[in-house]
């Protein structure tokens, strides 16, 4: 039966959380929300048991699930990610890639571009988010920095001109950087401050040129120290710079995941996944940019130690917002 009555859940819509009503789906899309004593003799009623009944999540930096990457460039590795993480009420994505080599980080532009056409994925992917090369070295993190560049126009082009390109993460101290976020802004495309070594100022600075947000607060960036407060600090000054935020409960130390939540509020924190392709079956390594991850204690590192990205989903990112960050749902 294709008609369901989703019943008995307090259901949250953007204005208010609705008790005693009924959420109607039919072929796959909300129809309607009745009250209780008015659902239709055939749609099938399913009982929430006053569980919450939430709007999909929208994960906008996820590298991977499942066995997939976005840098493996297929439609076919993009709808693999995408229907892993769909199992866990996520409902959209901007599917991530890694610094790598030009032709990898262009082919998986090119699979982004077709996997937005197929039908059951023109709802479900909203572009790529493309982490690099612009970055810094220095901050490198779980980037390749073989790969890692200033940007030149010839370059920084390829990438900005594609249709699919809609959020690119920078350093934003690096040279030759205004010229890239003029043509990309133009493009409307937004800018994420991340794996940078750029200070209090030169983060503020970003911010004015055009940069909204910053990728994973508190990794891969200069931190808190209170002579020399760099991009995190910036982050959470700035009134209108909204922070990616990984809540693993490893990433970042549950009082800092307070600070952000109690700093930024709701409207400013963006909650992200960071999440790989994963191992395979009976296996506790992987690649990721040609970089060797392992799976351990909670996470994937590289083999130095360096936290690569997270296990998250977003049902879990959320739920950890609450217990760690102290935020009501």
Same mark, same amino acid.
């Given at each position: 039966? /294709?008609? %369901?009555?989703?019943?008995?859940?307090?259901?949250?819509?953007?204005?208010?959380?609705?008790?005693?009503?009924?959420?109607?789906?039919?072929?796959?899309?909300?129809?309607?929300?009745?009250?209780? &004593?008015?659902?239709?003799? @055939?749609?099938?009623?399913?009982?929430?048991?006053? &569980?919450?009944?939430?709007?999909?999540?929208?994960?906008?930096?996820?590298?991977?699930?499942?066995?997939?990457? /976005?840098? @493996?460039?297929?439609?076919?590795?993009?709808?693999?990610?995408?229907?892993?993480?769909? *199992?866990?009420?996520?409902?959209?994505?901007?599917?991530?890639?890694? /610094?790598?080599?030009?032709?990898?980080?262009?082919?998986?532009?090119?699979?982004?571009?077709?996997?937005?056409?197929?039908?059951?994925?023109?709802?479900?992917?909203?572009?790529?988010?493309?982490?690099?090369?612009?970055?810094?070295?220095?901050?490198?993190?779980?980037? &390749?920095?073989?790969?890692?560049?200033?940007?030149?126009?010839?370059?920084?082009?390829?990438?900005?001109?594609?249709?699919?390109?809609?959020?690119?993460?920078?350093?934003?101290?690096?040279?030759?950087?205004?010229?890239?976020?003029?043509?990309?802004?133009?493009?409307?495309?937004?800018?994420?401050?991340?794996?940078?070594?750029?200070?209090?100022?030169?983060?503020?600075?970003?911010?004015?040129?055009?940069?909204?947000?910053?990728?994973?607060?508190? #990794?891969?960036?200069?931190?808190?120290?209170?002579?020399?407060?760099? %991009?995190?600090?910036?982050?959470?000054?700035?009134?209108?710079?909204?922070?990616?935020?990984?809540?693993?409960?490893?990433?970042?130390?549950?009082?800092?995941?307070?600070?952000?939540?109690?700093? *930024?509020?709701? &409207?400013?924190?963006?909650?992200?996944?960071?999440? %790989?392709?994963?191992?395979?079956?009976?296996?506790?390594?992987?690649?990721?940019?040609?970089?060797?991850?392992?799976?351990?204690?909670?996470?994937?590192? %590289?083999?130095?130690?360096? $936290?690569?990205?997270?296990?998250?989903?977003?049902? @879990?990112?959320?739920? #950890?917002?609450?217990? $760690?960050?102290?935020?009501?749902?």
């Amino acid at each position: 039966m /294709t008609r %369901l009555a989703f019943t008995g859940a307090r259901i949250m819509t953007p204005d208010q959380v609705l008790f005693g009503s009924t959420l109607l789906v039919n072929a796959g899309r909300i129809n309607a929300i009745v009250s209780n &004593n008015e659902i239709p003799e @055939d749609y099938e009623p399913i009982n929430l048991e006053d &569980n919450w009944l939430l709007p999909g999540f929208i994960d906008i930096h996820v590298h991977g699930g499942g066995g997939y990457d /976005t840098s @493996d460039g297929t439609v076919e590795a993009i709808r693999g990610l995408a229907d892993y993480h769909l *199992k866990f009420g996520t409902t959209a994505i901007y599917p991530t890639c890694v /610094t790598h080599q030009r032709k990898v980080m262009l082919q998986a532009l090119y699979a982004v571009e077709k996997a937005m056409a197929e039908e059951d994925l023109n709802r479900r992917v909203l572009g790529l988010h493309l982490e690099g090369p612009y970055l810094s070295k220095e901050r490198a993190g779980a980037q &390749n920095p073989e790969y890692i560049m200033l940007p030149k126009q010839d370059d920084y082009r390829q990438y900005l001109d594609h249709p699919a390109l809609k959020l690119m993460t920078i350093a934003p101290e690096i040279e030759g950087m205004e010229d890239l976020l003029e043509y990309g802004l133009k493009k409307g495309i937004y800018f994420a401050a991340g794996h940078s070594s750029a200070d209090y100022e030169q983060g503020m600075a970003g911010f004015a040129l055009g940069i909204s947000q910053v990728s994973h607060l508190y #990794n891969a960036m200069t931190g808190l120290d209170r002579r020399h407060p760099g %991009l995190s600090a910036a982050a959470l000054v700035h009134k209108d710079a909204k922070a990616q935020l990984i809540c693993d409960g490893i990433h970042v130390h549950p009082a800092m995941i307070k600070l952000a939540m109690g700093t *930024k509020e709701a &409207n400013g924190t963006i909650l992200i996944t960071d999440a %790989l392709r994963g191992p395979a079956p009976d296996e506790t390594s992987f690649t990721m940019g040609e970089l060797e991850v392992e799976d351990r204690d909670g996470a994937y590192y %590289l083999n130095d130690g360096t $936290l690569a990205g997270s296990k998250l989903t977003m049902v @879990d990112a959320l739920s #950890n917002a609450i217990k $760690l960050g102290g935020v009501a749902l």
